[in-house]
């Protein structure tokens, strides 16, 4: 499978982006998708997940109620909509699926990774 991330780009604090994340070459309606996120000299970390069906969804602490994680099964896209945008959210942000746990209500390891989309937040 691969996953092509898009959406990211340069905003101002309190803008909001929307990144999307489409797959090709396996449907991913069955699985677990999520968010992370790498900043400059930092470890990569998770932002958000949503499972197979959307009725399940998860977030990093300090992105919740500014961001919203959402898929599109008819499209095979996962997106993150992101809102009040802080200078801290600044980093290259990945797609990725879990695709070994066939219809999953948690979150476990991603084993697909999508390239990353650049978010740069300016104060």
């Known amino acids: 499978v691969q996953l092509q991330a898009s959406g990211g780009g340069l905003v101002q604090t309190g803008g909001s982006l929307r990144l999307s994340c489409a797959a090709s070459?396996?449907?991913?309606?069955?699985?677990?998708m999520g968010w992370f996120r790498q900043a400059p000299e930092k470890e990569r970390e998770f932002v958000a997940a949503?499972?197979?069906?959307?009725?399940?969804?998860y977030y990093k602490d300090s992105v919740k109620g500014r961001f919203t994680i959402s898929r599109d099964n008819a499209k095979n896209t996962l997106y993150l909509q992101m809102n009040s945008l802080k200078p801290e959210d600044t980093a290259v942000y990945f797609c990725?699926?879990?695709?070994?746990?066939?219809?999953?209500?948690?979150?476990?390891?991603?084993?697909?990774w999508g390239q990353g989309t650049q978010v740069t937040v300016s104060s």
């Open positions: 949503i499972t197979w069906n959307g009725g399940r969804t």
């Open positions: 070459g396996r449907t991913l309606s069955n699985y677990v």
């Open positions: 990725a699926a879990d695709t070994m746990n066939y219809q999953s209500d948690y979150v476990n390891e991603f084993d697909s």
